[in-house]
């Protein structure tokens, strides 16, 4: 069974820091893109970070220099490092599962190209 289980989210002030894990079990994460999607307040999930197998990564526009997607393989954990973090980064940050064979280039972070969940974790960045 595919488990994934979020932690480490909290309040931090505008240009702070979080690190994001997400705890996976169930599946050979070597065949699996492993990303973080957020849904922040009135507005659609977005993609922000992927990471596949092979350590190849992708990251959104919005976050590309700040955050960095990673994978510790011994402890079945991937992570995410926020940085300068933003007012607007202030949202619910998932993590999701998928076979990195069903995932066409260019979609890595596309909510539907993944069929497992977390539940998430809340991030807010207060000035």
């Known amino acids: 069974e595919v488990q994934l289980a979020e932690s480490g989210g909290g309040a931090v002030q505008n240009g702070g820091s979080l690190k994001l894990t997400c705890a996976f079990s169930?599946?050979?994460?070597?065949?699996?893109?492993i990303g973080w999607f957020r849904r922040a307040p009135g507005k659609k999930r977005e993609g922000v970070a992927a990471?596949?197998?092979?350590?190849?990564?992708w990251y959104s526009d919005s976050v590309k220099g700040r955050f960095t997607i990673s994978t510790d393989s011994a402890r079945n954990v991937v992570s995410l490092h926020l940085r300068a973090l933003r007012i607007e980064d202030t949202a619910i940050y998932y993590c999701?599962?998928?076979?990195?064979?069903?995932?066409?280039?260019?979609?890595?972070?596309?909510?539907?190209?993944?069929?497992?969940w977390g539940q998430g974790t809340q991030v807010t960045v207060f000035s």
């Open positions: 990471i596949g197998g092979d350590g190849q990564t």
């Open positions: 999701a599962t998928g076979p990195i064979d069903e995932i066409m280039r260019g979609q890595e972070l596309w909510e539907r190209s993944y069929d497992y």
């Open positions: 169930g599946f050979d994460y070597r065949v699996y893109a």
